[in-house]
């Protein structure tokens, strides 16, 4: 999941801004120096838009390695990224359209459909459901979500025909499918989060569009997650709370889709651009593009309890430096690193592992480019 790049831009004016300063500050965030690690991590892809490169790599006893053929140079710039999550395969949106890649053991790729691209259309965000059957993708200035099928055995796509879901907006942030695979949500800006019923066995997978509206009317809804167990739904929208530093985290229990006490909880920044539900499901992550008063950006971290089935987010007791503009997120599937891509460098990449003193604290390991600066890293994909 991923935020396209003109859509990204538009959103650096004034609503960000908005806020008191001085009425309230975030708890400190942690600024020791990297610390080492001898831990390994499975595979990862960075997109490097400023370079129009897709970039792998793994973490190999604390260091970061390229994956073998890595970088691999795309056919234009870049918007969004996804991997199957049966690890086969994995999807690039540019500006020329939807390139397929298949992926081997050693995480090296290679471009799939004779090289040339599934569709023309330029998704901001995508992602492929659980079935590995669709491909779903959100198109900015489009009011329309569009689910294109593929073979699961070959990644690419068995129909021309794409089935088309309304929405009420024609902004679009973010997309994701719950991980039960019945609902895709939609991150509209100004215009709220869509949720659309999903079913992955009909033609036309899509059901009737629904809208969670923005917290303030000056605000604008930049990303969405759903929790590892479909429990709870989170949006990320700026002048969601007060104080300097207006980003909220907005978070639901799915099934209900009542908001939670508290909720929003302060992101700690202005602009959440990504949020990260560990695969636990103990801990949800989000990442501030803006600081107030800095460009370089935060991790923000709430752990996640619940007492008869009633959920709460409690704030972690410090935020987590990233460098400048970070707008992506990401887990690797062994669970042990967290990674940050760093829009504006300072480094382009910053790898995580969890402290083994204060639970769900991030401790800072790894500090590098993903290629020749400036590359503008937007977005990364971990194996499944």
Request: some cysteine.
């Amino acid at each position: 999941m991923t935020i396209g790049k003109w859509a990204r831009l538009a959103l650096l004016g004034a609503p960000l801004l908005a806020g008191c300063k001085g009425f309230w500050n975030a708890p400190p965030s942690t600024t020791t120096p990297p610390q080492t690690t001898t831990a390994s991590s499975g595979n990862f892809y960075v997109l490097n838009t400023a370079t129009s490169q897709l970039a792998g790599f793994y973490i190999n006893a604390g260091v970061l390695t390229a994956l073998p053929g890595s970088p691999y140079l795309l056919a234009s710039a870049p918007l969004a990224i996804a991997v199957a999550p049966n690890n086969a395969f994995l999807y690039v949106s540019t500006a020329s359209g939807i390139y397929l890649y298949s992926i081997a053991s050693t995480g090296q790729l290679t471009l799939g459909n004779s090289s040339a691209s599934i569709t023309q259309d330029q998704a901001q965000s995508m992602q492929v459901d659980a079935t590995n059957s669709w491909l779903v993708e959100a198109v900015s200035g489009v009011d329309a979500v569009y689910a294109i099928q593929i073979n699961p055995s070959t990644g690419v796509a068995t129909s021309t025909t794409e089935q088309i879901g309304a929405l009420p907006a024609a902004t679009v942030q973010q997309l994701a499918i719950s991980p039960d695979n019945t609902h895709v949500f939609v991150a509209m800006g100004a215009g709220g989060t869509a949720m659309i019923p999903f079913s992955s066995g009909n033609a036309d997978p899509f059901g009737a569009v629904s809208t969670i509206p923005v917290q303030n009317a000056a605000g604008a809804a930049l990303s969405v997650a759903v929790d590892p167990s479909s429990r709870l739904l989170y949006v990320g929208e700026t002048v969601a709370t007060s104080g300097s530093n207006t980003g909220g985290l907005r978070a639901f229990t799915l099934s209900t889709l009542k908001e939670l006490t508290g909720s929003p909880f302060s992101s700690q920044g202005l602009a959440p651009y990504s949020i990260l539900p560990i695969s636990t499901g103990d801990y949800v992550y989000v990442a501030n593009r803006q600081v107030s008063g800095s460009s370089t950006g935060v991790i923000a971290g709430f752990s996640v309890s619940s007492t008869n089935s009633v959920y709460a987010l409690t704030a972690l007791g410090s935020t987590f430096q990233a460098g400048t503009n970070p707008e992506a997120l990401a887990e690797d599937n062994t669970g042990t690193f967290v990674f940050a891509g760093d829009f504006g460098g300072n480094p382009d990449l910053k790898g995580y592992t969890f402290d083994t003193t204060n639970a769900g604290y991030l401790d800072a390991v790894v500090s590098d480019a993903t290629g020749t600066d400036p590359v503008q890293a937007s977005a990364i994909a971990a194996a499944r």
